[in-house]
């Protein structure tokens, strides 16, 4: 829930996860809650391409690889055709 802490255990799985993923997608967010926000910068460092969908600036735009604008909802399924 927003606004409670993560347990360490939680965030140590999120930080594997980022870094064995294929592909990061974050949707729908500003990227600025920590520590959170640094999971999809850890799969970025390890070389996994960085897809942003999200309306309105983030605080990781710079770091997106793809950054698509507009309503995270119209604009996720028709990601799906690919």
């Given at each position: ?19 064995a ?62």
């Amino acid at each position: 829930m927003f606004g409670q802490p993560l347990e360490e255990e939680t965030l140590l799985r999120a930080f594997r996860a980022a870094e064995a993923c294929d592909l990061v997608l974050a949707a729908g967010s500003t990227l600025s809650v920590e520590p959170a926000a640094s999971v999809p910068l850890a799969a970025k460092s390890a070389g996994k391409p960085y897809l942003i969908v999200n309306r309105g600036p983030t605080a990781h735009d710079a770091a997106a690889d793809v950054r698509l604008e507009g309503d995270a909802c119209s604009l996720l399924p028709s990601l799906l055709v690919f």
